[in-house]
């Protein structure tokens, strides 16, 4: 024993002499060597080296994983996954030290999914805020932006709104003059430019390092920059490149939140389901807007900073709490996946893929790296679910950026909302959101076609978008039924394709069970889909100023071209179906002549 570690421990120092990092060496010791020791030692090389010589414990592994490589996980026998966190968050130790036993797998699925859905919940509440507050910060309707060549309704503004703007005041410098609208739309798209670019580093960061703190460290970042953002009110801060420069860098952090957390969820959840179980976890999208709706317009009365930094704080504090709970896998946390082996858990590994045998004494090293960015555009189907999503999403942050304002300044029976009511009325769009991301998830479960799910729904938003514009001015009943049926048919196909879609793509045959892709196929789906998420809010900016009409129609085309885009994949799943239909037609007719 003595001389077979003591080679082995030459060989690895003489591997690691050009890296200087630490060596750690595990060997089970002898029973009468029960007593565990660290012996510490300069190598040959002048490498520092740690041997253990002790129990096969947990404790024992802990101690020996904090900063192993590759290699030397390979000698202790496990997955790189374990050597990378297994060090449990402290939330979750305090719950185990409670209940005196060791947390169940389903118990840990169950943390993650909540604690996931609240953070993300977060993330889109601080960003549905600056849709609130625009109307306060620009109060001055544009008489040109509320004509209506499809349904001519008023041209001129009613007492109403003359009133309201007079207890508004003037709004708030430099976005209250003519161009103010132009402005704000100029600060929605340098937040999504950054959030986009962002996104891509995000999912190569994340694939590489511990999700858990890199979430954390994105959530509190995000809570900063709000806040920041709303002090610029009590400060008395004008300068358009304070709120420009701070909306940035609150992208950058912004873009740490979606790759992490649907790899979070992919690592817990199976194939099976997986549509209609993410259909339900995605409505934090919806119930994140709803919530930043709610609380920004309640506190806009008492001034438009609170309206900020009140989800700042809340941002803020829920990266404390995902720090302190989320499990980020299944091995992070030592949980046991045997009791969901029927649920065909395939993210990041099942089925002990990844896991290597005790090799001590052996050279072998653990193959999974992390996927290229390159590499992961390859993997059949994510192009064009990519391209897919830059057309929904340029839809759908065009509704999350304007809808409010737009509401507030189009006559509803002939009356005009104020920005608080307006942003209420708005929450109807994300209710309705939530259920087409059910009914995505569940209808693309049944029929096992994600991109004829997804077609489908774009293909139904069109209608639904002219509807809404032609007559949605009618009475408030009529409106807020057609926006919730704009919010089904816009949201569904959103929410599919970056959850469900994104998790089977990241877990793709292709990939040969290899984890490492996983945040990867997420950023660069919702990277590209970012990109148009930026160039919705921007180009309405400038084209609501001469008509809303011209924006609606904006928004049907990309609905239209975000469904053409997944025609040759639409076309393979519907002969898929057709094969199927004939094979089992082919099996049901030697019995039939029986």
């Not at 002499?17 to 089970?28: D, L, T």
């Not at 701070?246 to 389901?273: E, H």
Request: charged share 15%.
């Amino acid at each position: 024993m003595a001389a077979s570690l003591h080679d082995l421990v030459l060989s690895f120092s003489q591997k690691r002499k050009r890296e200087g990092q630490s060596v750690f060496v595990f060997s089970a010791a002898k029973k009468q060597e029960r007593s565990q020791m660290i012996l510490s030692s300069k190598g040959f090389d002048g490498t520092y080296i740690k041997v253990y010589v002790g129990e096969d414990t947990d404790e024992a592994r802990q101690t020996l994983l904090f900063g192993s490589t590759k290699q030397e996980l390979a000698v202790f026998g496990l997955s790189e996954e374990v050597g990378r966190g297994y060090s449990k968050p402290l939330g979750i130790r305090l719950l185990e030290y409670i209940k005196r036993e060791k947390l169940s797998y389903k118990i840990h699925q169950a943390i993650a999914l909540i604690v996931t859905f609240l953070a993300y919940a977060t993330y889109h509440a601080t960003r549905k805020t600056a849709s609130i507050v625009k109307g306060a910060l620009d109060p001055q309707s544009s008489v040109a932006g509320l004509k209506f060549p499809w349904r001519i309704t008023y041209l001129s503004t009613p007492s109403e709104r003359q009133g309201l703007l007079w207890v508004q005041g003037d709004g708030w410098a430099p976005f209250n003059g003519s161009d103010g609208t132009t402005l704000l739309g100029q600060l929605d798209v340098a937040f999504l430019a950054v959030y986009a670019f962002g996104m891509y580093f995000s999912g190569h960061l994340g694939d590489r390092m511990n999700l858990r703190i890199f979430l954390a460290v994105g959530m509190v970042g995000t809570g900063l920059l709000t806040s920041l953002f709303g002090a610029g009110y009590w400060a008395n801060i004008h300068s358009f490149y304070y709120f420009l420069i701070v909306q940035m860098i609150a992208g950058l952090f912004q873009s740490t939140g979606w790759p992490s957390v649907v790899a979070v969820v992919g690592n817990w959840c199976g194939k099976k389901k997986r549509g209609l179980v993410m259909g339900i976890w995605n409505a934090h999208t919806s119930i994140g807007n709803i919530t930043g709706s709610l609380v920004a317009s309640v506190l806009l009365s008492y001034g438009w900073g609170w309206s900020f930094v009140v989800p700042g704080l809340l941002i803020a504090f829920m990266g404390i709490v995902v720090f302190l709970l989320l499990p980020v896998s299944p091995e992070s946390v030592g949980a046991d996946r045997g009791e969901e082996e029927d649920d065909e858990v395939d993210s990041p590994k099942k089925n002990g893929e990844g896991v290597t045998e005790a090799l001590l004494g052996s050279d072998t090293e653990i193959k999974e790296t992390a996927v290229g960015f390159m590499e992961a555009w390859r993997i059949p189907g994510v192009a064009p679910f990519a391209l897919c999503l830059f057309f929904s999403k340029l839809v759908a942050y065009t509704f999350l950026y304007w809808l409010p304002y737009y509401i507030s300044h189009t006559a509803i029976e002939g009356k005009y909302l104020s920005d608080e009511t307006a942003g209420n009325l708005s929450t109807f769009f994300d209710v309705g959101g939530v259920l087409g991301g059910i009914l995505a998830g569940h209808i693309s479960d049944r029929l096992d076609a994600r991109a004829i799910t997804a077609a489908t729904f774009m293909y139904c938003a069109i209608p639904a978008l002219y509807f809404y514009r032609s007559y949605g001015h009618i009475s408030m009943a009529v409106n807020v039924a057609l926006m919730f049926i704009c919010g089904m048919f816009v949201n569904g196909p959103y929410a599919l394709i970056t959850t469900a879609v994104s998790a089977d793509l990241g877990t793709h045959s292709s990939l040969k069970g290899n984890s490492k892709a996983l945040a990867t196929v997420t950023a660069i789906i919702d990277g590209t889909g970012s990109v148009g998420a930026a160039i919705g809010p921007l180009l309405t900016g400038y084209i609501s100023a001469n008509s809303w009409s011209a924006v609606f129609t904006m928004l049907m085309g990309a609905a239209l071209v975000a469904g053409l885009l997944l025609t040759r994949l639409v076309a393979a799943e519907v002969a898929a179906r057709i094969s199927e239909a004939r094979s089992q037609g082919r099996c049901q007719d030697p019995e039939q002549n029986v």
